[in-house]
């Protein structure tokens, strides 16, 4: 037992449960935790310029480092500015523990109108967060701390918040810093496991897919081997980019737009063993097995009727699963050649230009453990087909939340997790503007990621959407501010690329500068990728056909699952096209 102030026994919880970084924004309700934090030398606190950087950055750090992000933020608009970064992790599954402060303690629930007062705020944020506690006794703050952890690192990782008023952060107390739970990742019943393992042997096309759970568990080498023995090609959606490097030919790509040849590869699959995805945009046929690792047990058959559900840790699973297999039936016989011509065919589609020439010059400028944040902005969407991915969590989207904005304070976070990474931020001028001035803050702390910054003044989805579809764009136009200026006025680096396709070697060389680095590449309009269905509008305002070249999608409003231009959706329509955001 020791005599603490609430912040002093905040900040010693989190040291011990593993918190080296908090991301925040002070403010007078929190000094009782940010004396505290001064005066632990082993915590590192980066100060943001907006709280909407707190959470994206923890959920940056969480997903690159592979352990939890934390952010301290004032109460009322402090939580809300941060609850687009925890609208993102909820989305994506990453672990981020929120503090926030709150009102007096006599206050709370009396909506008198004290500072920052957000009555009920752990209603606010209850959409996006898995699990909150407000706690009001200095005795309990290292327990609160010590169950939000559980919670990060139990179960499906998603965001936890605990809140504390000021006078809970300022008194004192006997505090017992309790000592961290660490949760087994169990596996799936053993049952089930061998269920399942019976369905692989049996089958005679399987296909594994692989979604966000495997970068969550770190069940790399146990998909990999399953994959091999059941020589199974790996499918990926947008979040499990990287669950098998793309140089490996287990890995067919995350290519699974409507009538793709990987999508009919897919189609043709008799069972599908999926790792760690809801199946939002898989749209499997009714008669398909499927075979549904997940650590969260809703998840179970929500898309797609005909699932072995195995509840459990997707690695603790897949190992045990491995094991099965490999007593009851021999490795198959390498069927390689089969993926290499598949991944070869979806290869030759990958000829939207200038988006393609971007993206592979952005690559061979790029070494292959390179963190890509693949942004709200048309270079972004098309990554999410054709940029390939080679080491486990080093491509990080902001799921279906979709957010505009996201990128760039996502990548300073996953500098900060990873600082021997390059981390380049692929984002639009709409979206680098979001967060801007988080620039001050790469440059305060050193955080050397290369932002690119692909300026076509304009939201430009927006606007080709409303020209396409609508009749004529509105309210899409940007006027900017000369971006290179604008990074040197804060200190960093800018560049600007001549031609679109010179961005790799920029980037390469921004890279070597080691330096906080804007890269702005001046586009047009980019052209709607085959790939990537059209809006339909209701006809009074389609004053013009769909212009060509624009894949022939048609009916229902086909969106993607991130709120791109997208991909995989619904290609039958004997298939629902649930799941859908809008593109913009
Ligand atoms: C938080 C949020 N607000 C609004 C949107 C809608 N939205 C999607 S893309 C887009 C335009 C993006 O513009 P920019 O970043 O310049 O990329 P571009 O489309 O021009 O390549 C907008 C406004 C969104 N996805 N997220
Ligand atoms: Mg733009």
Redesign the pocket.
């Known amino acids: 037992m020791e005599w603490l102030t609430g912040g002093e026994a905040l900040v010693k919880a989190l040291y011990r449960e593993g918190v080296r970084v908090v991301f925040g924004v002070p403010g007078v309700q929190l000094y009782g935790a940010l004396v505290a934090l001064r005066d632990e030398p082993g915590i590192r606190f980066i100060t943001t310029r907006h709280e909407q950087a707190t959470s994206y950055m923890a959920d940056g750090y969480a997903r690159a480092g592979g352990d939890f992000g934390t952010a301290l933020v004032v109460p009322g608009p402090g939580l809300l500015n941060a609850a687009?970064g925890l609208s993102t992790a909820y989305a994506a599954s990453s672990p981020v523990l929120m503090i926030a402060g709150q009102i007096p303690k006599a206050g709370i629930g009396k909506n008198v109108g004290m500072l920052h007062e957000v009555n009920d705020q752990l209603a606010a944020i209850a959409p996006v967060t898995k699990w909150r506690r407000r706690v009001l006794e200095v005795e309990d703050v290292p327990v609160a701390v010590r169950d939000a952890v559980y919670q990060l690192r139990s179960g499906r990782p998603r965001p936890v918040e605990i809140e504390l008023p000021p006078d809970t952060l300022e008194g004192e107390g006997e505090v017992e810093v309790v000592a961290p739970l660490r949760p087994s990742r169990l596996a799936a019943p053993a049952a089930d496991v061998a269920r399942a393992v019976a369905l692989l042997v049996a089958a005679e096309r399987p296909v594994l897919y692989a979604g966000g759970g495997v970068h969550a568990a770190g069940a790399h080498d146990a998909l990999a081997a399953v994959a091999h023995h059941l020589q199974a090609g790996v499918v990926q959606s947008s979040e499990g980019k990287g669950a098998v490097s793309d140089r490996s030919d287990l890995s067919l790509g995350a290519g699974l737009w409507r009538g793709s040849p990987l999508r009919q590869h897919l189609d043709a699959a008799d069972v599908v063993l999926v790792v760690g995805s809801r199946l939002a945009v898989a749209s499997l046929q009714p008669a398909q097995q499927v075979i549904q690792i997940d650590a969260d047990a809703e998840e179970i058959g929500r898309n797609h009727a005909r699932t072995l559900g195995l509840v459990g840790d997707a690695r603790a699973t897949l190992e045990l699963l491995l094991d099965t297999l490999r007593s009851s039936s021999p490795p198959r016989a390498d069927a390689s050649a089969g993926r290499r011509a598949v991944v070869a065919v979806a290869a030759a589609h990958d000829d939207t230009e200038p988006q393609s020439s971007i993206l592979r010059s952005l690559r061979a400028g790029t070494p292959d453990d390179t963190i890509l944040i693949a942004?709200?902005?048309?270079?972004?969407?098309y990554s999410r087909m054709f940029w390939p991915v080679y080491q486990p969590r080093t491509y990080l989207t902001?799921s279906y939340s979709?957010?505009?904005?996201?990128?760039y304070p996502t990548a300073l976070g996953a500098k900060v997790a990873r600082p021997d990474r390059p981390t380049v931020a692929v984002?639009?001028?709409?979206?680098?503007l979001?967060n801007a001035q988080e620039l001050a803050t790469a440059v305060q702390y050193g955080i050397n990621v290369v932002a690119v910054v692909?300026?076509?003044n304009?939201?430009?989805?927006?606007?080709?959407d409303l020209d396409e579809a609508y009749g004529g764009s509105y309210g899409?136009d940007?006027h900017n501010p000369d971006f290179v200026r604008l990074a040197e006025a804060y200190g960093a680096v800018g560049m600007r690329a001549e031609r679109p396709t010179d961005v790799g070697e920029l980037v390469a060389a921004a890279l070597d500068l080691n330096r906080p680095v804007l890269v702005e590449v001046p586009?047009g309009r980019?052209p709607r990728p085959s790939f990537s269905p059209m809006p339909t509008a209701p006809e009074k305002y389609q004053r013009q056909p769909p212009s060509a070249g624009c894949g022939g999608h048609s009916s229902a409003h086909q969106l993607g699952p991130a709120?791109?231009p997208v991909h995989h959706v619904s290609e039958r329509p004997d298939r629902p096209a649930t799941h859908q955001a809008?593109?913009?």
């Open positions: 687009a942004g709200m902005t048309q270079v972004g969407y902001s979709g957010n505009l904005g996201f990128e984002v639009g001028d709409g979206g680098f979001y692909f300026n076509d304009a939201y430009g989805n927006v606007a080709r899409a940007l586009v980019m709120g791109g809008p593109d913009a």
